[in-house]
């Protein structure tokens, strides 16, 4: 029953698998199959039963339906044999047909051939064709590149190349031609930096050589600006009243317009010959080279080193020329003109460095920077100042000094122009300005050495009106008294003063010379003349004036003339305080002018030429005296003064008549009358001392009565001389007090007056009050050893013993006078 069971249920499966066996790909019947094995051990058998119970069903089936058409089978095979016999005449038809078309169709086939043949030819030619139109730009683009490069056109090559390289091969890349092409690329632009390097290198060597050149046109450019805007703003001054000057004169509105009319007229004649930077220097290779290196993304290098170029030039154009160095060879004109050009050259490269610095500032981007060129103004401008420090301390000349004043300001202006800072140049000429002073005042002293010793130290004489419009012309004398007198008449100053007041307004001009174009105020440029003003008259007028003095050859009528010369000179002080006012115009009345130190000066030279008139009278005294041939043992006087005493009286009269030219005005009249009164009572004071030194001379052993009394004589016309009153104005005796000393110890000899003496001695009533005890102690031993001498038998006459007693008691008691007054000491 079990097993009927499980046959009743395998059947369906077995009839599902062969459906799906008969009804599916045969790819998928390994699966079916495999699920009849996975069954029931022996479910296969039965499925191999139902297969082939299925098996005969499909035969029958196909028999049924074999037999069925049979018939048509049959039919249709006859009627196939029926057929036969046609076909094969067909076929005789077709293949007779077919030769036929053969033969016909050779030619056909031949032409054909050739038709393919040209079709390939034309498809390979339209082939190359597009692959050549392909390749003709790059060729075309290729020989641009070449012609560019012929043509020097190197940035436009660069261009080229990056086209090529970005457009043109990667669409012939394949070809070989084309990687010859690429591999020749950077061949190419490794030749167009090295000769754009080099095309840089013959610039900055150009632009070396045409320093100057440029700045010359540059300064010379600025120099003409500047004119042009002092003579507009001198007649804009005129216009508005006010007092400029130029040179001696007071310019004249008319003479400004003319001025101003004439610059415009040379700037429009020179307006198509003003040359820039441009005109001079062909930029275009710094520009190319600096477009390569961009191109080829280098633009770093180059400007590093273009920057390190540039910095190595300019240590070169710091470099002071060779000629600067003759400046101190002034006394040769080549030598100078030599020392300005090599200034003006070294000027020029610098402003012409800097001129083209700016310029490369301004037109291209990156290359140098306002950084960069004011570093590189920095260590220039320190090194300028160094060289012009240095170098300006050897120039003895002023007028190279002056030059190279002008040459610093045009400098500045100039660079002033192009926007660098010059503050420090003009502190720097405020240095070479006081060095400056110092050259004028050197050669202002040359030039009043040769005043002095060109005067003959006499009043100036003239004989008619010219004359004397013509001296007062050069110096500014006043006197009514003078003007009354009818020709001839003499000025009471000698020629030098007209002289020395012409080249004190000529050096006041010269200094102001320096202190034009210094961008000052008229105030700091009158403090800056009135103080260089005073160091002339103080330092160098004054040392000339005491040089003199000093002279030997300087005799007492020409000290006299001096003393009148400074006395006028300090009188015309008050001038030149006005000349320098009308050249500033800054009023004297204003709190910080300067004022003058004539009156000091010329009081100093007054004092000195005083104590030389003293000092060379009493030399002419000391002269005289050394003629005095004193017979010192005589036994009786001549009865009469020496001869040379009175050759030396009748000398002092007549230097005394001198002093009578001194200066009497009002102002003046005491000083002169001071000056001759000490001048004589020096001489007479001199003259005293000197006899009483002759008398005292330790030389001098023995002395007679009679050379005293003839002393006497001589001391007597001294006091007569002292009494006649040779200059006028002392008081009394005052002059005789000069010879006291010597009458009252000639008195005392002469009267033997001894007891007195010592009597009254120390008394302030004292007849002999003035008389020394050392001095009548050393005489009278030399009149002791005379009397000793002289009188062999004094010891056999009463009177000569008696008076030998005598004189050896008063030696003994001046002797302990004068111990006693030692001890007391």
């Not at 059947?11 to 599902?16: D, L, T």
């Not at 190595?312 to 002034?330: E, G, I, Y």
């Not at 050096?507 to 961008?519: G, P, T, V």
């Not at 001894?754 to 009533?765: F, K, M, R, V």
Request: hydrophobic share 35%; proline share 3%; aromatic share 10%.
């Amino acid at each position: 029953m079990a097993e009927s069971g499980e046959a009743l249920g395998t059947v369906p499966e077995h009839e599902r698998i062969l459906q799906e066996i008969e009804s599916t790909d045969t790819a998928c019947v390994g699966p079916t199959l495999r699920s009849v094995y996975d069954d029931q051990p022996n479910s296969h058998k039965k499925f191999m039963e139902k297969l082939d119970a299925c098996i005969r069903n499909h035969d029958k089936e196909i028999e049924k339906m074999c037999n069925f058409h049979h018939q048509g089978f049959v039919d249709a095979i006859t009627e196939l044999l029926k057929v036969r016999t046609d076909a094969e005449k067909l076929k005789v038809q077709v293949t007779d047909t077919n030769r036929r078309f053969q033969d016909a169709g050779k030619e056909v086939i031949v032409q054909t051939e050739d038709i393919i043949r040209c079709r390939i030819q034309q498809r390979n030619i339209t082939t190359v064709v597009e692959k050549l139109q392909l390749c003709l730009p790059v060729l075309e683009m290729y020989s641009k590149l070449k012609e560019q490069m012929s043509a020097k056109r190197y940035y436009s090559a660069l261009k080229t190349m990056e086209q090529l390289e970005n457009v043109y091969f990667p669409r012939v890349s394949q070809y070989r031609f084309c990687q010859l092409m690429i591999e020749n690329l950077p061949k190419l632009r490794e030749n167009i930096k090295e000769i754009s390097m080099s095309d840089l290198k013959d610039f900055l060597e150009s632009i070396r050589k045409h320093s100057d050149k440029i700045g010359e046109t540059a300064m010379k450019q600025a120099q003409q600006q500047k004119a042009f805007s002092i003579a507009l703003q001198k007649q804009n001054n005129v216009k508005f009243g006010k007092n400029m000057y130029i040179n001696h004169d007071r310019i004249t509105e008319e003479k400004h317009e003319i001025i101003l009319r004439h610059i415009l007229e040379e700037e429009d004649e020179n307006e198509e010959e003003v040359l820039t930077v441009q005109d001079l220097v062909d930029f275009s290779p710094v520009y190319r080279c600096l477009h390569i290196y961009s191109v080829l993304g280098d633009e770093e290098t180059f400007e590093n080193y273009y920057r390190k170029q540039r910095k190595k030039q300019a240590r070169l154009v710091l470099q002071p020329q060779s000629s600067m160095f003759l400046a101190d060879t002034t006394s040769l004109l080549v030598s100078y003109h030599e020392t300005v050009d090599g200034y003006r050259r070294y000027f020029t490269q610098i402003v012409g460095f800097f001129v083209v610095e700016d310029h490369i500032l301004h037109v291209t981007q990156g290359l140098v920077t306002r950084a960069y060129t004011d570093e590189l103004w920095n260590m220039a401008l320190s090194k300028i100042i160094a060289v012009l420090r240095a170098h300006s301390s050897y120039c003895t000349d002023p007028d190279l000094v002056l030059e190279l004043k002008n040459l610093i300001v045009i400098f500045a202006d100039t660079l002033q122009g192009y926007g660098f800072p010059v503050n420090r140049l003009f502190d720097l000429l405020f240095e070479i300005r006081d060095q400056y002073n110092e050259t004028l005042l050197k050669k202002w002293a040359g030039v009043f050495r040769d005043i002095f010793e060109e005067d003959n130290y006499s009043p100036i004489p003239i004989v008619s009106e010219e004359e004397y419009k013509i001296v007062t012309s050069k110096f500014p004398f006043q006197d009514p008294d003078l003007e009354k007198q009818s020709f001839p008449k003499k000025f009471p100053m000698s020629q030098s003063v007209p002289h020395i007041y012409i080249q004190v307004k000529e050096f006041i001009y010269a200094s102001l010379k320096f202190s034009e174009s210094l961008h000052r105020s008229s105030t700091e440029i009158d403090d800056m003349l009135r103080k260089s003003t005073n160091l002339l008259l103080t330092r160098t007028l004054n040392s000339c004036l005491l040089n003199l003095i000093r002279k030997p050859h300087i005799g007492l009528t020409e000290l006299v003339q001096i003393i009148i010369n400074t006395t006028h000179l300090e009188q015309a002080c008050k001038y030149l305080e006005d000349f320098i006012t009308n050249i500033t115009n800054i009023s004297q009345e204003t709190v910080h002018t300067t004022r003058l130190y004539g009156l000091s000066t010329f009081k100093d030279a007054r004092h000195a030429a005083e104590g030389e008139i003293y000092t060379k009278l009493n030399q002419k005294i000391d002269e005289f005296v050394q003629l005095a041939d004193y017979d010192w043992t005589m036994s009786e006087p001549d009865g009469r003064a020496s001869g040379y005493l009175m050759d030396l009286i009748n000398f002092l009269r007549s230097i005394f008549q001198v002093f009578t030219h001194l200066p009497t005005n009002n102002d003046y009249a005491a000083m002169s009358g001071k000056v001759a009164q000490t001048a004589c009572m020096s001489a007479c004071q001199h003259l005293s001392t000197t006899l009483m030194q002759m008398l005292l001379d330790s030389e001098l052993k023995q002395i007679s009565m009679g050379a005293v009394q003839q002393f006497n004589l001589d001391v007597i016309q001294c006091e007569l001389f002292a009494s006649s009153e040779p200059v006028p104005g002392f008081q009394g005796d005052t002059l005789q007090l000069a010879f006291i000393d010597l009458r009252q110890l000639l008195d005392l000899f002469m009267v033997w007056d001894w007891s007195t003496y010592l009597a009254d001695y120390g008394q302030p009533a004292s007849k002999y009050l003035r008389v020394n005890p050392n001095t009548a102690l050393t005489l009278l031993e030399k009149m002791k050893d005379t009397s000793k001498k002289n009188n062999i038998f004094a010891q056999f006459r009463k009177n000569d013993r008696d008076k030998q007693k005598l004189i050896e008691t008063v030696v003994k008691q001046l002797r302990n006078l004068v111990n006693g007054m030692s001890q007391h000491t």
